[in-house]
């Protein structure tokens, strides 16, 4: 329900495709000629490419949004979808242009001509061709595109993707320079394009030119968080406040464990834990000098620390074993009551599956926590957004201005008029009014897709669970809560482009393989230091050099 629930929808269906792509650069390889350019925008390229951000809120949030900084903020919250959904714009915003357009779809495609394509035709003035393709053979469908050149009109490359698509060698010659219609003041002639935030425009940045349009954009971007059963903890009388540092984490986890009843405190927690050391996801910066995460003394003590939690018999032995498919069932049976999860498990789906095994069943998350629970926690901010679509470079510019006011309507805030229709479709058809919330019809869930429209251009997200109010308010709170704790990495959303040896290093895969094996207990720490040290040797040091040589002297830091 709504288009925070559709993207987390998208980026679960997503997940194991992505893995933790959004915590990282976005990263496109290309060869390794040496006039390679690395695609990073400069300060001054980008002041001068991006929108102006013209807030606009002609729906009214039950719980508005809390600022926490430049590019910070937290999503607002709806208790109810509205009533009287709002116009936004005026008539048909297009002129009668046919177009294709190809988006990724991890679900059955529905017929070409159904009536929800009719009816959005309609709707914006052109024929638009929608061709969803399959989600899983996405990232190898789109290269054969672009190697015969011959991309549609429209396109969706979700940013994990840079690699396989080479996105910045795509920017300028086959995909579309948006920076003349759209830099500066310009943006203001598609006010709903304007009310998407500066920082997700960045996400679709390179070589100080603007290129992408966003979806599903938010100023609260994390990687995840670390849950618990709220519900189980309460009764025990205890509360995420008072786990503030990461022995009161493995307290609660020895107080939590009853393996003779089935029930083990931790599924896996490292990947939203090891930043308690106020260690960065990949980079940092100390005195001037680029530092990999691999290098500083903390991360061994991150290693330790979850090398002993593997093996204080308080993380769950399925979960030792490898088996991550049954997470979330462990979590809803009890079996295990901690674990981390990207944010998008926080929805209406998770909690009805949830109460479905049990009535009590309420997720929560803790607050960002340190190693010692006295320093100023940090949560890193992740690009705004992974969703982007781009114009074909050889559109003509009436063409674009006419795409561009189409991505306008279908930018259109939550729980407008325009929002209803490109989520939900044609009340009576695709849709009716249940407890005032729109429910798809037999004829909607067959045609109505979420990841179809909005994939060429989204609203900023929203959090919204029309029927039950403490998930809206609870995952609202925990935002709010933690939104001073966010903070830019280092290189945040630049767009570096890379040779493919520099992203083999970037990768790390044979020392993060090590690192898992490590924080299951089936290595220690000294095999993670010794993977470290042929890592080095083996592309790490030049590929610090390089970042250093081509990014961190010629942009600077992208924070």
């Known amino acids: 329900m709504g288009n925070e629930l559709s993207r987390r929808h998208f980026l679960g269906a997503a997940a194991a495709i992505a893995g933790t792509a959004a915590a990282t650069p976005l990263l496109s390889a290309c060869g390794d000629g040496a006039q390679q350019t690395t695609g990073a925008n400069s300060e001054a390229g980008l002041?001068?490419?991006?929108?102006a951000y013209v807030p606009s809120t002609p729906v009214k949030p039950d719980i508005p949004s809390v600022a926490g900084g430049p590019d910070v903020l937290t999503d607002p919250g709806f208790l109810s979808y509205p009533a009287n959904p709002v116009a936004t714009v005026s008539g048909k915003p297009g002129k009668g242009g046919s177009y294709t357009a190809v988006t990724p779809l991890w679900g059955t495609v529905p017929t070409a001509d159904n009536?929800?394509?009719q009816a959005m035709n309609a709707a914006l003035g052109?024929?638009?061709?929608?061709?969803p393709a399959d989600g899983n053979n996405y990232a190898t469908i789109i290269p054969t595109m672009t190697a015969a050149r011959k991309l549609p009109d429209w396109i969706q490359l979700p940013s994990w993707w840079n690699p396989n698509f080479n996105v910045g060698e795509l920017a300028g010659t086959q995909l579309a320079d948006l920076t003349p219609y759209l830099a500066g003041d310009k943006i203001k002639k598609y006010p709903n394009l304007a009310a998407i935030p500066t920082g997700a425009w960045r996400a679709g940045a390179w070589g100080d030119k603007l290129y992408g349009i966003p979806s599903f954009s938010s100023g609260f971007a994390v990687a995840g968080a670390i849950f618990y059963r709220r519900d189980v903890l309460e009764a025990k009388g205890i509360t995420a406040g008072q786990v503030r540092?990461?022995?009161d984490l493995m307290n609660l986890g020895k107080e939590l464990t009853d393996a003779k009843r089935g029930v083990w405190a931790f599924g896996d927690v490292w990947t939203y834990n090891f930043t308690s050391w106020a260690l960065p996801f990949k980079w940092g910066v100390d005195g001037g000098k680029l530092v990999h995460k691999y290098e500083m003394p903390a991360f061994l003590d991150a290693l330790e620390w979850h090398y002993k939690l593997a093996t204080s018999g308080y993380l769950h032995p399925d979960v030792i074993s490898g088996d991550n498919a049954n997470a979330t069932t462990r979590f809803y049976a009890g079996k295990t009551l901690i674990?981390?999860?990207?944010?998008?498990?926080?929805n209406l789906a998770d909690h009805q599956s949830g109460v479905a095994a049990n009535p009590n069943y309420r997720r929560g998350a803790f607050n960002a926590l340190t190693a010692?629970?006295?320093?100023?926690?940090?949560?890193?901010?992740?690009?705004?957004?992974s969703e982007l679509?781009?114009?074909n470079a050889s559109l003509k510019p009436e063409q674009i201005e006419e795409l561009l006011a189409v991505a306008n309507y279908l930018a259109a805030p939550y729980g407008t008029a325009e929002y209803t229709m490109v989520n939900f479709g044609v009340e009576g058809v695709h849709y009716t009014r249940q407890n005032g919330v729109p429910t798809a019809t037999d004829e909607g869930k067959k045609n109505v897709q979420a990841q179809t429209f909005p994939f060429l251009a989204a609203p900023p997200a929203v959090v919204s669970s029309p029927g039950v109010d403490a998930i809206t308010k609870d995952y609202t709170s925990w935002q709010v809560a933690n939104v001073k704790a966010l903070t830019k990495p280092v290189f945040w959303s630049m767009n570096i482009s890379m040779p493919q040896w520099a992203s083999t290093a970037d990768a790390a895969q044979a020392v993060e393989d090590t690192i898992k094996d490590c924080y299951h207990g089936k290595k220690k720490v000294s095999d993670v230091q010794a993977a470290i040290t042929t890592w080095k040797s083996n592309g790490g040091e030049r590929l610090k050099q390089w970042m250093t040589d081509n990014v961190l002297n010629k942009y600077g830091t992208g924070q």
Request: overall charge positive; charged content about 15%; cysteine-free.
């Open 126 to 131: 052109v024929t638009l061709a929608m061709k």
């Open 47 to 51: 002041k001068a490419a991006l929108p």
């Open 339 to 346: 674990g981390g999860d990207g944010t998008g498990a926080w």
């Open 389 to 391: 679509s781009y114009l």
């Open 245 to 247: 540092s990461v022995d």
């Open 115 to 117: 009536s929800f394509y």
């Open 372 to 385: 010692d629970g006295k320093s100023t926690p940090r949560m890193y901010l992740s690009a705004a957004t």
